[in-house]
Protein backbone atom coordinates (compact mmCIF):
# COMPACT_ATOMS: atom_id res chain seq x y z
CA UNK A 1 0.00 0.00 0.00
CA UNK A 2 1.36 3.28 -0.51
CA UNK A 3 2.09 5.89 1.93
CA UNK A 4 3.12 9.37 2.40
CA UNK A 5 5.07 11.04 5.17
CA UNK A 6 5.35 14.53 6.19
CA UNK A 7 7.78 14.68 9.29
CA UNK A 8 7.36 18.47 9.81
CA UNK A 9 3.87 19.30 11.27
CA UNK A 10 5.01 22.97 11.85
CA UNK A 11 7.14 25.56 10.21
CA UNK A 12 7.41 28.92 10.76
CA UNK A 13 9.97 31.06 8.22
CA UNK A 14 10.17 34.80 7.74
CA UNK A 15 8.89 36.74 4.87
CA UNK A 16 11.30 36.60 2.30
CA UNK A 17 14.14 33.36 3.02
CA UNK A 18 13.47 30.49 1.72
CA UNK A 19 11.11 27.63 2.14
CA UNK A 20 11.71 23.66 1.93
CA UNK A 21 8.63 21.21 3.08
CA UNK A 22 9.31 17.55 2.88
CA UNK A 23 7.58 14.69 2.01
CA UNK A 24 9.12 11.04 1.61
CA UNK A 25 6.25 8.52 0.06
CA UNK A 26 6.19 4.26 0.15
CA UNK A 27 5.31 2.75 -3.14
CA UNK A 28 6.43 -0.05 -5.15
CA UNK A 29 6.43 1.30 -8.34
CA UNK A 30 6.76 4.87 -9.84
CA UNK A 31 4.51 7.09 -8.05
CA UNK A 32 2.23 9.74 -9.24
CA UNK A 33 2.82 13.01 -7.07
CA UNK A 34 1.04 15.88 -6.12
CA UNK A 35 1.14 18.82 -3.61
CA UNK A 36 -2.11 20.74 -2.15
CA UNK A 37 -2.35 24.01 -0.41
CA UNK A 38 -5.22 24.14 1.95
CA UNK A 39 -6.43 27.64 3.57
CA UNK A 40 -8.13 27.72 6.92
CA UNK A 41 -11.73 26.24 6.56
CA UNK A 42 -11.49 25.76 2.56
CA UNK A 43 -10.66 22.98 0.17
CA UNK A 44 -7.74 22.04 -1.26
CA UNK A 45 -5.77 23.89 -4.24
CA UNK A 46 -3.14 22.20 -6.63
CA UNK A 47 0.27 23.23 -6.33
CA UNK A 48 1.70 21.21 -8.51
CA UNK A 49 2.10 17.70 -9.77
CA UNK A 50 4.39 15.03 -11.04
CA UNK A 51 3.53 11.93 -13.36
CA UNK A 52 6.83 11.75 -15.49
CA UNK A 53 9.78 13.25 -17.11
CA UNK A 54 11.35 16.33 -15.74
CA UNK A 55 12.13 15.41 -12.08
CA UNK A 56 11.77 19.41 -11.17
CA UNK A 57 8.25 20.21 -11.36
CA UNK A 58 7.21 24.31 -11.53
CA UNK A 59 3.75 25.07 -10.35
CA UNK A 60 2.04 27.77 -9.10
CA UNK A 61 2.80 30.98 -7.01
CA UNK A 62 6.46 30.59 -7.47
CA UNK A 63 6.60 26.81 -6.20
CA UNK A 64 8.76 23.87 -7.23
CA UNK A 65 9.21 20.25 -6.19
CA UNK A 66 12.14 18.06 -7.14
CA UNK A 67 11.34 13.76 -7.27
CA UNK A 68 14.41 12.16 -6.37
CA UNK A 69 13.26 8.51 -6.79
CA UNK A 70 16.89 7.03 -4.54
CA UNK A 71 15.23 9.04 -1.76
CA UNK A 72 11.38 8.41 -2.30
CA UNK A 73 11.08 12.38 -1.43
CA UNK A 74 8.90 14.93 -3.62
CA UNK A 75 10.10 18.42 -1.28
CA UNK A 76 8.29 21.67 -1.91
CA UNK A 77 10.27 24.68 -2.53
CA UNK A 78 9.79 28.62 -2.74
CA UNK A 79 12.99 30.57 -2.64
CA UNK A 80 11.06 33.84 -1.43
CA UNK A 81 8.04 32.89 1.00
CA UNK A 82 5.30 35.75 1.30
CA UNK A 83 3.35 36.18 3.75
CA UNK A 84 0.10 35.06 1.72
CA UNK A 85 1.62 31.61 1.77
CA UNK A 86 0.81 31.19 4.94
CA UNK A 87 -1.27 27.73 4.88
CA UNK A 88 -1.37 24.15 5.19
CA UNK A 89 0.23 22.06 2.96
CA UNK A 90 -0.57 18.41 1.80
CA UNK A 91 1.64 16.19 -0.20
CA UNK A 92 -0.24 13.55 -1.97
CA UNK A 93 0.67 9.68 -3.86
CA UNK A 94 -1.41 8.09 -6.39
CA UNK A 95 -0.87 4.73 -7.69
CA UNK A 96 -0.67 4.20 -11.16
CA UNK A 97 -4.17 3.64 -12.46
CA UNK A 98 -5.15 3.60 -9.64
CA UNK A 99 -7.97 5.31 -10.79
CA UNK A 100 -7.06 8.99 -8.48
CA UNK A 101 -7.11 7.18 -5.00
CA UNK A 102 -4.97 9.67 -3.13
CA UNK A 103 -2.89 8.71 -0.29
CA UNK A 104 -2.52 12.20 1.69
CA UNK A 105 0.15 12.51 3.95
CA UNK A 106 -0.67 14.80 7.73
CA UNK A 107 0.32 18.03 6.34
CA UNK A 108 2.78 20.81 7.25
CA UNK A 109 0.84 23.91 8.63
CA UNK A 110 3.35 26.77 7.24
CA UNK A 111 3.76 30.06 9.61
CA UNK A 112 5.34 33.36 8.28
CA UNK A 113 6.70 36.26 9.87
CA UNK A 114 7.34 39.46 8.88
CA UNK B 1 -9.74 26.28 -14.20
CA UNK B 2 -12.36 23.59 -13.72
CA UNK B 3 -14.38 24.56 -10.56
CA UNK B 4 -16.00 22.54 -7.72
CA UNK B 5 -18.91 23.54 -6.49
CA UNK B 6 -19.88 22.68 -2.43
CA UNK B 7 -22.87 23.19 -0.31
CA UNK B 8 -23.51 23.73 2.21
CA UNK B 9 -20.34 25.19 3.36
CA UNK B 10 -21.24 24.90 7.06
CA UNK B 11 -24.45 23.03 8.66
CA UNK B 12 -25.24 22.62 12.12
CA UNK B 13 -28.08 20.01 13.07
CA UNK B 14 -28.99 17.86 15.88
CA UNK B 15 -28.28 14.59 16.96
CA UNK B 16 -30.65 12.20 15.20
CA UNK B 17 -31.21 13.79 11.98
CA UNK B 18 -30.02 13.59 8.30
CA UNK B 19 -27.82 16.25 6.83
CA UNK B 20 -27.27 16.15 2.45
CA UNK B 21 -24.26 17.40 1.54
CA UNK B 22 -24.14 18.42 -2.52
CA UNK B 23 -20.60 18.45 -4.61
CA UNK B 24 -21.42 20.12 -8.53
CA UNK B 25 -18.91 20.13 -11.05
CA UNK B 26 -19.86 23.78 -12.69
CA UNK B 27 -18.01 23.76 -15.52
CA UNK B 28 -16.71 20.16 -16.01
CA UNK B 29 -18.10 16.43 -16.45
CA UNK B 30 -17.14 14.22 -13.56
CA UNK B 31 -17.68 10.02 -14.47
CA UNK B 32 -16.01 9.99 -10.58
CA UNK B 33 -15.77 12.02 -7.25
CA UNK B 34 -14.72 11.35 -4.14
CA UNK B 35 -15.55 11.60 -0.32
CA UNK B 36 -12.96 12.98 1.80
CA UNK B 37 -13.15 13.61 5.80
CA UNK B 38 -10.65 15.90 7.49
CA UNK B 39 -10.57 15.48 11.77
CA UNK B 40 -9.33 19.07 12.68
CA UNK B 41 -5.53 19.00 12.47
CA UNK B 42 -5.30 16.01 10.48
CA UNK B 43 -4.66 14.59 7.05
CA UNK B 44 -7.35 13.83 4.49
CA UNK B 45 -9.04 10.69 4.77
CA UNK B 46 -11.23 8.75 1.46
CA UNK B 47 -14.22 7.76 2.35
CA UNK B 48 -15.69 7.09 -0.49
CA UNK B 49 -15.52 6.94 -4.59
CA UNK B 50 -18.82 8.17 -6.01
CA UNK B 51 -19.36 6.63 -9.68
CA UNK B 52 -21.70 7.98 -11.98
CA UNK B 53 -24.77 5.77 -12.35
CA UNK B 54 -23.59 2.91 -10.46
CA UNK B 55 -23.22 2.17 -6.88
CA UNK B 56 -20.28 4.05 -4.86
CA UNK B 57 -17.48 2.31 -3.70
CA UNK B 58 -16.57 2.62 -0.09
CA UNK B 59 -13.42 2.48 2.19
CA UNK B 60 -12.83 0.04 4.92
CA UNK B 61 -14.39 1.24 8.05
CA UNK B 62 -16.71 3.93 6.31
CA UNK B 63 -20.40 2.43 7.36
CA UNK B 64 -22.41 2.65 3.73
CA UNK B 65 -25.69 2.68 5.52
CA UNK B 66 -24.38 6.25 7.84
CA UNK B 67 -22.85 7.38 4.72
CA UNK B 68 -25.09 7.60 1.72
CA UNK B 69 -23.87 8.31 -1.81
CA UNK B 70 -25.73 9.53 -5.14
CA UNK B 71 -24.03 9.90 -8.46
CA UNK B 72 -27.56 10.53 -10.44
CA UNK B 73 -25.41 12.92 -12.90
CA UNK B 74 -21.91 13.78 -14.70
CA UNK B 75 -21.79 16.66 -12.43
CA UNK B 76 -23.66 16.21 -8.97
CA UNK B 77 -23.08 13.93 -6.48
CA UNK B 78 -24.02 13.70 -2.85
CA UNK B 79 -23.72 12.68 0.81
CA UNK B 80 -25.93 12.23 3.29
CA UNK B 81 -24.88 11.71 6.63
CA UNK B 82 -27.70 9.89 8.36
CA UNK B 83 -28.95 9.94 12.24
CA UNK B 84 -26.00 11.94 12.26
CA UNK B 85 -24.49 11.89 15.71
CA UNK B 86 -21.51 14.68 17.76
CA UNK B 87 -19.01 11.78 16.61
CA UNK B 88 -20.09 12.53 12.81
CA UNK B 89 -19.11 16.27 13.18
CA UNK B 90 -15.89 16.96 10.65
CA UNK B 91 -15.22 18.67 7.50
CA UNK B 92 -16.55 17.13 4.25
CA UNK B 93 -14.19 17.59 1.32
CA UNK B 94 -15.33 16.46 -2.37
CA UNK B 95 -12.97 16.48 -5.55
CA UNK B 96 -13.81 15.06 -8.89
CA UNK B 97 -11.61 14.67 -12.12
CA UNK B 98 -12.76 16.60 -15.18
CA UNK B 99 -13.65 13.32 -17.53
CA UNK B 100 -11.72 15.31 -20.42
CA UNK B 101 -8.54 15.69 -18.75
CA UNK B 102 -8.47 11.63 -20.06
CA UNK B 103 -5.61 10.24 -17.61
CA UNK B 104 -6.17 8.55 -14.28
CA UNK B 105 -4.58 10.16 -12.16
CA UNK B 106 -4.99 13.49 -13.41
CA UNK B 107 -5.19 16.25 -11.00
CA UNK B 108 -8.50 16.31 -8.63
CA UNK B 109 -10.45 19.68 -8.08
CA UNK B 110 -11.65 19.95 -4.90
CA UNK B 111 -14.71 21.50 -3.06
CA UNK B 112 -14.06 24.16 -0.33
CA UNK B 113 -15.63 21.64 1.93
CA UNK B 114 -18.63 21.55 4.31
CA UNK B 115 -18.50 21.96 8.38
CA UNK B 116 -20.73 19.88 9.99
CA UNK B 117 -21.55 20.05 13.69
CA UNK B 118 -24.04 17.97 15.30
CA UNK B 119 -25.16 18.69 18.39
Known sequence: AQSVTQPDIHITVSEGASLELRCNYSYGA????????????????LLLKY??????????KGFEAEFKRSQSSFNLRK???????????????????????????????????? | GAVVSQHPSWVICKSGTSVKIECRSLDF???TMFWYRQFPKQSLMLMATSNEGSK??????????????NHASLTLSTLTVTSAHPEDSSFYICSARDFEEGASNSPLHFGNGTRLTVT
Open chain 1, 79 to 114: PSVHWSDAAEYFCAVGATGGGNKLTFGTGTQLKVEL
Open chain 1, 51 to 60: FSGDTLVQGI
Open chain 2, 29 to 31: QAT
Open chain 2, 56 to 69: ATYEQGVEKDKFLI
Open chain 1, 30 to 45: TPYLFWYVQSPGQGLQ
